[in-house]
């Protein structure tokens, strides 16, 4: 893990390394991971992801297999109201 500033983003971030080995030790392909909690750890970045990756799909696939459909209501104010439908 390393600190970085990211310019868009005007601040500091935590980049997690995650490297993908070929049998051999190798490097086959590398991964990067932003976090902008400066107290997180690697591990606790890689746990966050992972968990926010199998919420992601829990909701994918309730929409899929419920047959529920996302549906945006914009207001006069431009507030965004997000519902899920049946």
């Known amino acids: ?28 392909a590398a991964r990067l991971i932003a976090c902008t909690d400066m107290d997180k750890d690697g591990g606790e970045v890689l746990f966050a992801y992972h ?9 994918r696939e309730a929409k899929q297999h419920l047959g529920l459909r996302i549906v945006r209501h914009v207001t006069n104010r431009k507030s965004i109201f997000t519902s899920m439908l049946a």
């Open 1 to 28: 893990e390393l600190v970085a500033n990211v310019q868009a983003w005007k601040r500091n971030v935590k980049l997690v390394v995650i490297h993908e080995l070929l049998e051999d030790g190798s490097i086959k």
């Open 51 to 59: 968990s926010r990756f199998q919420i992601e799909i829990l909701y």
